[in-house]
């Protein structure tokens, strides 16, 4: 009996040993008083070899992914991010980080680093973050995620607040061509407003300007008349209510025998704004007083400040 008990012992350690051989990686082994003990692996020429991708990303099989973890998620879930893509330098502040992520939470400045963090993000409002901070929310207004994203501040004042006015009278015959705003494009990287996208505007009314060229629109913050020498009957209105933004810009009143005001309320979420001549108006002046401001034809930008 004794001796069976030894040819046994010996023909299952070499059955072990043989499969030990055979398998080349890491298992484990009993000894005689049943302790278990892991055994690593070799280097058996087949399963020893790593391909590029895996030595990129530690994943067996697959390539690395740029910005993503092991699992291959994408960059937002792992707490890294990659940056803006899609979006213009001038829109994006010429950031290349387009926000901050703290864990798994991620903090995008623009809506193109919103839509590199969320793939599947539609258009329509979402949160976004003054330098990626996230004691700095607003909530925007994003558009062309899939594409080249855009970034809108919605104007959360009553229907028809925030306005310009190319008022009619003297040279210029018509009616009055008011463009009425709900919503602004805005650089999220230098808070700065476009003020000749209309996307989200309407107009109404039509005149000559000095008997020259048909007016039909008006840029945002924008006011102008013809009637005569300081006159100041154009009009327009910023008004913010409703948003973390106030408005932090100097207006400049120029053309022939101008006149105007910008007046500020509420701590400069609203302004109101005068400006006219023979023919003159009122508009922002940034980076320059722009030279007759009316349908398309300005490169003025309005600076706003967060402020909640």
């Known amino acids: 009996m004794g001796y069976l008990a030894s040819l046994v012992a010996i023909v299952g350690c070499a059955a072990l040993e043989q499969a030990e051989v055979n398998d080349g990686g890491a298992g484990t082994t009993s000894s005689a008083d049943g302790a278990v003990t892991e055994t690593p692996g070799g280097d058996d020429g087949d399963d020893g070899e790593q391909s590029a991708g895996d030595a990129d990303s530690g994943t067996t099989g697959a390539p690395a992914v740029d910005g993503a973890g092991s699992s291959g998620e994408p960059a937002d879930s792992t707490g890294s991010s990659t940056g803006t893509t899609g979006e213009s330098l001038a829109e994006s502040g010429g950031s290349t980080t387009g926000g901050s992520t703290t864990g798994e939470v991620s903090y995008p400045e623009s809506c193109a680093a919103l839509a590199q963090q969320q793939p599947n993000a539609v258009a329509g409002e979402h949160d976004l973050f003054v330098d990626g901070n996230p004691s700095m929310p607003w909530s925007a207004y994003c558009v062309d995620l899939d594409s080249t994203p855009r970034t809108y501040l919605t104007l959360g004042a009553a229907p028809g ?22 919503r602004v494009r805005i650089n999220p990287g230098t808070l700065k407003v476009d003020t000749v996208d209309k996307t989200f505007s309407m107009s109404t009314g039509s005149l000559m300007h000095s008997g020259t060229n048909i007016v039909t629109s008006m840029p945002y913050a924008t006011a102008m008349s013809c009637i005569g020498n300081l006159d100041s009957g154009g009009a327009a209105r910023i008004d913010l209510s409703g948003t973390p ?3 932090d810009q100097e207006f400049c009143f120029e053309g022939a025998a101008s006149s105007g005001t910008a007046v500020e309320f509420d701590d400069g979420r609203v302004v109101e704004i005068s400006g006219g001549g023979f023919c003159g108006y009122g508009a922002p002046n940034d980076p320059a007083c722009p030279f007759g401001p009316y349908n398309d034809n300005s490169e003025a930008l309005v600076g706003l400040r967060y402020q909640p």
């Open 161 to 182: 607040a925030n306005f310009s006015q190319y008022t009619a009278g003297g040279a210029s015959q018509g009616t009055d061509v008011r463009t009425t705003f709900t």
């Open 245 to 247: 933004f106030v408005v």
